[in-house]
């Protein structure tokens, strides 16, 4: 029998669930126990190590189903047992509308298309510049090109933990610098949901006068797959992608995902992350409720999502953890397969700020708190309730008075 690539994705898909009727664990212990301590310790209940952390002291393993986590814990310098189950990270938002050019899209605003009117709010077709094509209504919000002869984000490494990348994309192939895939480390990071690249087109699309532009135009990106075609993933292909971009000495992480619990061994992932310098932000969530974790814990940035009238999406989380609001609804960006497609969520509304926190950073913000700072600073209230808005909508041009380049 032939096996082709999609036949291959549902192979792994299945044999992840086997793995997970099997308990699968991430196991944190005491610093001073050591590697190959933790691998016989393992062994010892008939268990077998999948993958070791290092920025958290932990592993993952799988053991015979009838193997209790009050054994485990019995093991020496074991201080946390997590589940690692597999769940679905995106949640479901508004339908893609995808277009394989921008040109079309100016179309159908010139016919009044419902779908797509607030995708890029410009005037009547014959009187759209280059320039003003060129950049969705949400970039134009949060004021972007206010800063772009000052900074591009030169120089600011990216890494969008999501589905992947389509690092092929014409509007990021000249941004992207490389990546990484948690759930099969020799395969490259491509994406094969879409979610991702519309993620990584709102940060940092090129700015050519074609397309879509992004926030932060000259910023590297990064693409670490952690999500299948799904959107779904385990807790340790999470935890996998933070600690690549803390390897690979990225400054900001941008993570339009979540999960509506807490998992220790993720929280610790977060932590250690901050505390190696590296930005942090995170889509509030799109339950209408609470804020979804990982934009919950305190080292995230969460960002809820706004329409194109400043007033928040009915379908946004919100809560005291909320730091900023930008734009989230109806957002056009670039998409998998070369094309270009609207989305609506939190999850768009992060990378909006991603793109500032890069800009910020290509000014001077070298820490998380002083990114986050710089952006509070910038921010102003756009009159809606604090745990809705946090600090408020982000305007770029009010950057350039509080750093330099």
Same mark, same amino acid.
């Given at each position: 029998?032939?096996?082709?690539? &999609?036949?291959?994705?549902?192979?792994?898909?299945?044999?992840?669930?086997?793995?997970?009727?099997?308990?699968?664990?991430?196991?944190?212990?005491?610093? +001073?126990?050591?590697?190959?301590?933790?691998?016989?310790?393992?062994?010892?209940?008939?268990?077998? +190590?999948?993958?070791?952390?290092?920025?958290?002291?932990?592993? +993952?393993?799988? #053991?015979?189903?009838?193997?209790?986590?009050?054994?485990?814990?019995?093991?020496?310098?074991?201080?946390?047992?997590?589940?690692?189950?597999?769940?679905?990270?995106?949640?479901?938002?508004?339908?893609?509308?995808?277009?394989?050019?921008?040109?079309?899209?100016?179309?159908?605003?010139?016919?009044? $298309?419902?779908?797509?009117?607030?995708?890029?709010?410009?005037?009547?077709?014959?009187?759209?510049?280059?320039?003003?094509?060129?950049?969705?209504?949400?970039?134009?919000?949060?004021?972007?090109?206010?800063?772009?002869?000052?900074?591009?984000?030169?120089?600011? *490494?990216?890494?969008?933990?999501?589905?992947?990348?389509?690092?092929?994309?014409?509007?990021?192939?000249?941004?992207?610098?490389?990546? #990484?895939?948690?759930?099969?480390?020799?395969?490259?990071?491509?994406?094969?949901?879409?979610?991702?690249?519309?993620?990584?087109?709102?940060?940092?699309?090129?700015?050519? #006068? *074609?397309?879509?532009?992004? +926030?932060?135009?000259?910023?590297?990106?990064?693409?670490?797959?952690?999500?299948?075609?799904?959107? /779904?993933?385990?807790?340790?292909?999470?935890?996998?992608?933070?600690?690549?971009?803390?390897?690979?000495?990225?400054?900001?992480?941008?993570?339009?995902?979540?999960?509506?619990?807490?998992?220790? &061994?993720?929280?610790?992932?977060?932590?250690?992350?901050?505390?190696?310098?590296?930005?942090?932000?995170?889509?509030?969530?799109?339950?209408?409720? /609470?804020?979804?974790?990982?934009?919950?814990?305190?080292?995230?940035?969460?960002?809820?999502?706004?329409?194109?009238?400043? *007033?928040?999406?009915?379908?946004?989380?919100?809560?005291?953890?909320?730091? #900023?609001?930008?734009?989230?609804?109806?957002?056009?960006?670039?998409?998998?397969?070369? /094309?270009?497609?609207?989305?609506?969520?939190?999850?768009?509304?992060?990378?909006?700020?991603?793109?500032?926190?890069?800009?910020?950073?290509?000014?001077?913000?070298?820490?998380? $708190?002083?990114? *986050?700072?710089?952006?509070?600073?910038?921010?102003?209230?756009?009159?809606?309730?604090?745990?809705?808005?946090?600090?408020?909508?982000?305007?770029?041009?009010?950057?350039?008075?509080?750093?330099?380049?």
């Amino acid at each position: 029998m032939k096996i082709t690539p &999609s036949l291959l994705a549902i192979l792994i898909i299945f044999s992840g669930s086997l793995i997970a009727s099997a308990a699968q664990k991430i196991i944190s212990f005491q610093l +001073v126990v050591s590697a190959a301590e933790r691998g016989r310790s393992v062994e010892s209940l008939s268990g077998k +190590v999948l993958q070791e952390f290092h920025i958290i002291n932990a592993l +993952v393993a799988v #053991f015979p189903d009838n193997v209790k986590d009050s054994q485990i814990y019995s093991l020496g310098g074991v201080v946390r047992v997590d589940e690692d189950k597999y769940l679905k990270w995106i949640e479901e938002a508004p339908p893609v509308l995808l277009l394989s050019s921008v040109d079309p899209a100016l179309k159908l605003i010139a016919m009044g $298309d419902p779908g797509i009117s607030e995708t890029i709010p410009v005037p009547s077709l014959p009187n759209i510049s280059d320039e003003d094509k060129e950049i969705p209504w949400g970039v134009k919000r949060v004021n972007a090109s206010v800063v772009w002869p000052n900074t591009m984000g030169v120089g600011i *490494k990216v890494a969008v933990i999501d589905t992947g990348m389509d690092y092929s994309h014409p509007d990021l192939q000249d941004n992207y610098a490389g990546g #990484f895939n948690a759930i099969i480390s020799t395969a490259p990071p491509l994406d094969d949901h879409g979610h991702g690249t519309h993620v990584a087109g709102t940060i940092a699309a090129v700015r050519d #006068f *074609k397309g879509v532009v992004g +926030v932060a135009p000259k910023a590297r990106l990064y693409g670490v797959k952690v999500l299948d075609n799904t959107g /779904s993933g385990y807790i340790s292909w999470i935890i996998s992608g933070i600690e690549w971009a803390v390897d690979n000495n990225m400054d900001l992480i941008n993570m339009s995902l979540g999960a509506s619990y807490s998992v220790d &061994s993720l929280a610790q992932a977060v932590t250690a992350a901050y505390k190696k310098g590296v930005t942090i932000i995170c889509a509030a969530g799109n339950t209408a409720g /609470s804020v979804i974790y990982p934009a919950k814990y305190p080292e995230a940035i969460a960002v809820s999502a706004s329409d194109s009238s400043d *007033k928040i999406a009915s379908f946004s989380s919100r809560g005291p953890e909320i730091d #900023f609001i930008a734009p989230g609804v109806s957002v056009y960006s670039t998409y998998y397969g070369s /094309s270009y497609g609207t989305m609506s969520g939190t999850s768009m509304a992060a990378p909006h700020v991603a793109g500032l926190a890069s800009l910020a950073a290509s000014l001077g913000a070298d820490t998380p $708190d002083k990114v *986050k700072e710089a952006l509070t600073k910038a921010a102003a209230s756009v009159n809606l309730k604090p745990d809705e808005e946090g600090a408020g909508l982000i305007n770029a041009g009010k950057l350039i008075n509080n750093l330099r380049p």
